[in-house]
């Protein structure tokens, strides 16, 4: 397994949560044209991009979670982190990680992990469930 995604938990709604990717294979992070996560409701086959970065850092947040979620990554230690905050329910999803080729910009990427089913590279994903 390449990416591992971790930090997943249940939460109080206006929580919030850390996520982790650890790539586990260097020259995956070295040659990666973006970045990014997705979230998927177990059982449904609806995939939603959530925040990607490119290769000049910029970064595109889906509307759903602009202002509550935020991407960054850790060039030395080869993980990607998804910071979540302010949760609602309506963010419980099993939520996964992407590293994906050739370079694309942040929102074609978001576009891409929402639209395709599969990438160059994801991991098994990590539960969170935000209750009330």
């Known amino acids: 397994v390449q990416l591992v995604e971790s930090g997943g938990g249940s939460v109080e709604a206006g929580g919030s949560l850390r996520l982790s990717c650890a790539i586990s294979v260097s020259e995956i992070a070295f040659r990666a044209g973006y970045w990014g996560w997705f979230r998927q409701i177990p059982g449904t086959e609806r995939r939603d991009g959530v925040v990607?970065?490119?290769?000049?850092?910029?970064?595109a947040v889906a509307d759903a979670v602009k202002g509550r979620f935020a991407m960054s990554k850790d060039n030395a230690k080869d993980i990607l982190y998804l910071q979540m905050d302010a949760l609602k329910p309506e963010d419980t999803a099993m939520y996964y990680c992407?590293?994906?080729?050739?370079?694309?910009?942040?929102?074609?990427?978001?576009?891409?992990?929402?639209?395709?089913?599969?990438?160059?590279?994801w991991g098994r994903g990590t539960q969170v469930t935000v209750s009330l």
């Open positions: 992407v590293v994906g080729r050739p370079p694309i910009t942040a929102q074609q990427a978001l576009d891409v992990m929402t639209e395709r089913r599969t990438y160059n590279f």
């Open positions: 990607a970065l490119d290769k000049d850092g910029v970064q």
